[in-house]
Each structure stands twice: as structure tokens, then as C-alpha cells.
């Protein structure tokens, strides 16, 4: 005779760890809270101080009573970790700052300021031959940047330790207290209160991002670097970015026009047309990584050679374009052109996808990656000596003239509202609404049905095909479709740099765009979203833009960025749900528990089955 043991109805497949969480140093919560808050108000302070003796140093950092340069980030910072550490006594109007974490942002805002501060304070030690050239503001704020993050370090985590690993190492416990809790369902407001809050949101997006692009020198961008790494990393422990995301995922047509909006003002934000120039070409890179997008993120396709649908586009608008160099000698107006430079992009990627397609992976990789190189060296060799003379060979098509839509010369200033719209703003205006466009088109794709298939190819070929999925003919279609996204970009960028030549189409290189920083675009940013190209490929381009001093190491450091995003962020920074549950463990079993039936339940035996 068998005896069951009935089983606890209480019983999950998720393991919830009670073990409280222990404090890096070991300090009174009271004392370290404490100790965050002077801290960070120490580091305050120093900020109105002088931080050197000379002017050699740029940012003038020499003025009493008035920061400047990089003390501003500093302030900035300090603000940030006060209001963190202060929203953890529950003071009325700033609960509302840690509806998520309240420990974890703090110490990540405190860590930033100390790294801002100590990066300063070597940049000047460095540059101007010692410490003795440090005045007293940069000790008081690199001292108080010390306490807040010793303060904050004494500070409980907040969430107890894993199941898993309840007693875990010293590293592990670092990283534990960096982690935080999702934040709880937010009080509803009344809509009007919710479209304020998002418009709130983008334009401190759009503030935070012209003043990155306006960094006049590269000690300037790195610290912002730094300062916003570890902000923003502070702001979604916080659980503010997932609260702001929920709201953009309830109104998500206010969402898309703030943001066209927020980016409409950027060129009137800037008065150097440099800064316009590196938001137009932004724009261009971000536009052929989101039709990349269509390609990996949608149909789950290695295209190592994407960047000659690119060169496509803009060898075939340039030789309508009017240029003295063309061989074809004929000028089609804007739009001609356009549909000439997609048309010619669509058709190579159906040429070249028809043969290839039907290989997966690595061997579509490598054939793609050929694709690339093939196009390279054929405008190379059509120069009229190795073949037909049509692309003047290396030397490219130069003088390509200035757009000109309804009267309306982009190569020329216009004063709009009072601001003067230069040359680099006009074409900046273009390619937003031609991203507008590829957004428009990519959303309206991945919601659709063929959407829906391109997924399904992309998580199982085999399973889709047996599905009824024709997997072939769909991702022709995706190929023929980021085909034309890019050559789209491409009879833009014709126009803005004035000229192309084949050596702006590699696979990898030192300026972007080519094969290699668009596909790590799309990875970096999170493959099958609209935002994550779009942000990767801006951090892409302006980081190197900036860091032009560091351009011989530079495919070095890409390399390092990549290993550590793999290693700690393989979904990407702004990642679909799916990745974020691909990659991350959620506690739930693969399988579920063989459970045994409720009592008065029907079950079925094998044999009868």
C-alpha cells in the first residue's frame, strides 16, 4: 500500500530568497545616509570654488562663485546623488524620484561624480605638470565625492540576495547593491499630466543631447561621458525610465510626434554649423542602421555587406544629380532622383538576394561580406581604363550640387523664426523626415503580418516553414526592403558630403558609416526596436567624432565596448521584450512541475491516449 503526500498548494516554480542583504561597510544605516547627503553637498560646494591656478587648462576652471567647464557635470552630479539620498528619508515631494530602487541610484550617482571629479583632476594633473596645480575646489569636491560613495556603499541594497547564492563575494556583492527593484504601478493621472511628463522627458533628452554635441573639447565630452553613463544608469534604477516608458507605451502616438518635434528644435539649439553637421550625418547613420534593422533585428539575417546598398543610393543620385564629373550628364529633380537612388538600391538587393538567400547563417554572412567588397572594387574599376568610365574610378563623383525643393536652395542660409537655418541645418530637416519615413515604414512592417512571419524565420526557419511560412520569397522581401531604406539614405548623404567615392563604403573603417558600425549599431542599440538603432548609431558616431585624438586605437576600443556589451548587456541598450527575456533568467522552470491532477479532475491514461 502507497501513501501520496499531498503537495503544498503554496508551492512555486520561483525562488524568492529572504536572506537581507548585507552593506559593503558595515556602518549604521542612519550614519551612512548621512554620509551620503554631506558628501554629496561637499562636492557641491567645491564646484564654486576654483579648481586650478591657469587658464591653460579649457573650461577656465579658475573663477570663484561661478562653474564652469567640467564642474559643471560635477554639480550637476552632486544634485543628482543629493536628491537620490534625500528621497530615502520619505520627505514629502521627492518620493516620487525612487519609485523602483532607493539605495542603488544614489550610489550610482555618487560613483559618477566621484569618476567625473577624479578624471578632472588627473586631466589637469596631466596636462599641466602636477597636483600642486590643483586649488583647493577640486579637493573639496574630490573629497566629497569620496564620502558620498563610502556613504553610499554602507547604504542596504535594495533587494535581499539570490536564492542561488545567498552568501555571495565581495564582487558579487557590488554588483547586488547596483541592482534594484521594478518599480510598482504608478498613481493614474489624468492624460493632459501624462502628455506634460513625456514632453518633460524629451526635452531634457533633446537638452542632454545638444549639449553632448556641443562639447567644445574632448576632456569636456569624456567627462560628460562618464557623468551620463552613470546618471543615466542611476534615473532607470530609480524605476523613472521604466514609469516614463509606460507612459510613451500608453500614448505612443504623442510619443513619436515629441520626439519629431524634440528633434525638429535640435539645429535651432546649435550656433556652430558644425554641430549641425554631425546631427545630419547622425541622422543618416541612424536611417541605414534601422533598415539594417529589417535585415538582422526582423529577419534575423548576418548582412555583413549593407553598406554598399548605401553606396548604391548615392552613386546612382549622384550620377543624375547635375555634376560637371557625371558621366551620365543629366539633372532630375529631387524627388526623380530619390526614387532613382531607392529604385537602384531595391533592385541590387534582389539581384543579389535571389542567388543567396537560400544559404543561412555563416555562409549567407560570408557571401553578403563579398557583396560588399565586390562593390568596393567595381567602382574602383569603372574609371574608364579598367571599364566602362562611369564612377571616374577612386576619384569619385565630386561637385555635386545643393538640393533644391520648391524653390527652396538647402545650400543656402535661410533665417527661419528669427534663427538662421545654415546649410548643414537645411539637410538636417531632410534626413529627419526622411527618418521620419523609415520609421514609419519599419513600425507599420513589424506590426504586420509579414512582420510577424520575418520573427518567426528569425527565431526558427524550420519550424516557420513547416508553419506554411515561405521562408524565401519573405526574406527576399526583407532584403529588397532594407535595400531600399539605405539607398534611400544614400541620395542624401550624396548631397551632404558633396561627393562619393568608394572607399566611404567598407566593411570596416575608421569613419563610420560601414558594414561593421552598423551592424554593431543595431546590436549595441537592440536589434527589432525603433529607438535602439537610433541611439546606438548615435553614440557610434559622435563618440569617434569627439574622440578624434584617439582615432588610431579606435577600432581597439570597438572591439572592448563590444566584448563588455556582450558580456553584460547582450540584449542591447533599449531591448524588445522578447531579448530581455532571451537573455536574462526570470526564475520559472524550462519546463513545468509534473504535478499530479486536482482531485475530481479527468485525466487520460498514455495507453489511451
Known amino acids: 500500500m502507497t501513501t501520496e503526500t499531498p503537495m503544498d498548494k503554496t508551492n512555486d516554480t520561483t525562488k524568492v530568497s529572504t536572506t537581507p542583504a548585507t552593506p559593503i561597510i558595515p556602518l549604521p544605516h542612519t550614519a551612512a545616509r548621512a554620509l551620503t547627503v554631506a558628501g ?20 577656465n576652471l579658475t ?8 564642474q559643471i557635470l560635477t554639480l550637476v552630479g552632486s544634485v543628482l546623488t543629493l536628491l537620490f539620498a534625500l528621497s530615502g528619508y520619505n520627505i514629502r515631494g521627492l518620493r516620487w524620484l525612487t519609485p523602483g530602487g532607493t539605495n542603488s541610484p544614489a550610489l550610482l550617482a555618487a560613483l559618477g561624480v566621484l569618476g567625473t571629479t577624479g578624471y578632472t583632476m588627473g586631466a589637469i594633473s596631466q596636462e599641466l605638470g602636477g597636483l600642486v ?8 569636491s574630490g573629497i566629497g565625492a569620496l564620502i558620498a560613495v563610502i556613504g553610499a556603499l554602507a547604504l542596504p541594497a535594495d533587494q ?57 573639447y574632448s576632456e569636456l565630452f569624456i567627462g560628460f561621458l562618464i557623468i551620463a553613463a552613470f546618471g543615466f544608469t542611476a534615473i532607470t534604477r530609480a524605476g523613472l525610465l521604466k514609469r516614463l516608458s509606460a507612459l510613451t507605451a500608453k500614448h505612443r502616438n504623442v510619443t513619436l510626434a515629441a520626439a519629431f518635434v524634440a528633434a525638429i528644435c535640435f539645429p535651432f539649439t546649435q550656433t556652430n554649423d558644425q554641430f549641425a553637421l554631425i546631427g545630419a550625418n547622425i541622422l543618416i547613420f541612424a536611417t541605414v542602421a534601422l533598415g539594417l534593422n529589417v ?20 552613386y546612382a543620385a549622384a550620377l543624375v544629380s547635375g555634376s560637371p564629373q557625371s558621366s551620365i550628364g543629366v539633372q532630375f529633380p529631387f524627388w526623380a532622383a530619390v526614387l532613382t537612388g531607392a529604385l537602384a538600391s531595391l533592385i541590387f538587393g534582389v539581384v543579389i538576394g535571389a542567388p543567396t538567400l537560400r544559404l543561412r547563417g555563416d555562409y549567407l554572412a560570408i557571401v553578403t561580406l563579398g557583396f560588399g567588397e565586390i562593390f568596393r572594387i567595381t567602382m574602383n574599376n569603372l574609371n574608364g581604363r579598367s571599364g566602362p568610365n562611369v564612377t571616374n574610378g577612386s576619384n569619385g563623383i565630386p561637385n555635386i550640387p545643393d538640393l533644391e525643393i520648391l524653390g527652396f536652395n538647402l545650400g543656402l542660409p535661410h533665417n527661419v523664426l528669427g534663427h538662421e537655418l545654415t546649410r548643414s541645418g537645411n539637410y538636417y530637416l531632410l534626413m529627419l523626415l526622411f527618418t521620419a519615413i523609415v520609421v514609419v515604414v519599419f513600425r507599420r512592417s513589424a506590426e504586420s503580418r509579414i512582420g510577424r512571419a520575418w520573427v518567426a524565420i528569425r527565431e526558427d526557419e524550420t519550424a516557420a516553414t513547416a508553419m506554411g511560412i515561405n521562408g524565401f520569397r519573405l526574406k527576399l522581401l526583407a532584403f529588397a526592403l532594407g ?31 560601414n558594414s561593421a558600425f552598423l551592424l554593431a549599431a543595431v546590436i549595441l542599440g537592440g536589434m527589432g526596436t525603433i529607438s535602439g538603432p537610433l541611439i546606438g548609431a548615435a553614440l557610434l558616431y559622435l563618440i569617434p567624432a569627439k574622440l578624434q585624438f ?46 499530479p491532477l486536482p482531485e475530481g479532475a479527468t485525466g487520460v491514461a498514455k495507453a489511451g491516449a
Open 40 to 59: 554629496s553637498a561637499v562636492a557641491l560646494v567645491g564646484t564654486f570654488l576654483a579648481w586650478t591656478w591657469t587658464r591653460e587648462f579649457p573650461g
Open 63 to 70: 573663477v570663484t562663485g561661478y562653474p564652469g567647464g567640467l
Open 133 to 140: 596645480n590643483l586649488e583647493p575646489g577640486a579637493w573639496v
Open 160 to 216: 535581499p540576495y539570490d536564492a542561488a547564492d545567498p552568501t555571495p563575494n565581495l564582487w558579487g556583492r557590488i554588483r547586488h547593491s547596483l541592482a534594484a527593484p521594478d518599480p510598482g504601478r504608478a498613481k493614474a493621472l489624468p492624460s493632459w499630466a501624462e502628455i506634460l511628463i513625456i514632453a518633460a522627458g524629451f526635452g531634457a533628452g533633446l537638452y542632454v543631447f545638444a549639449y553632448g554635441i556641443g562639447t567644445e
Open 295 to 314: 535585415v538582422v533585428g526582423l529577419a534575423g539575417l548576418l548582412d555583413l555587406g549593407y553598406v554598399a546598398f548605401l553606396g548604391v543610393g548615392a
Open 483 to 513: 535595400a531600399c531604406l539605405a539607398g534611400l539614405a544614400g541620395t542624401v548623404q550624396a548631397h551632404v558630403s558633396y561627393s562619393v567615392t568608394p572607399e566611404q563604403y567598407q566593411f570596416a573603417g575608421s569613419v563610420p558609416p
Open 550 to 595: 584617439m582615432a588610431e586605437y579606435q577600432l581597439l576600443l570597438f572591439g572592448l565596448a563590444l566584448m563588455l556589451l556582450m558580456r553584460f548587456r547582450p540584449e542591447g541598450l533599449v531591448p524588445d521584450r522578447r531579448k530581455q527575456l532571451e537573455f536574462h533568467e526570470t526564475g520559472q522552470l524550462d519546463v513545468p512541475e509534473d504535478k
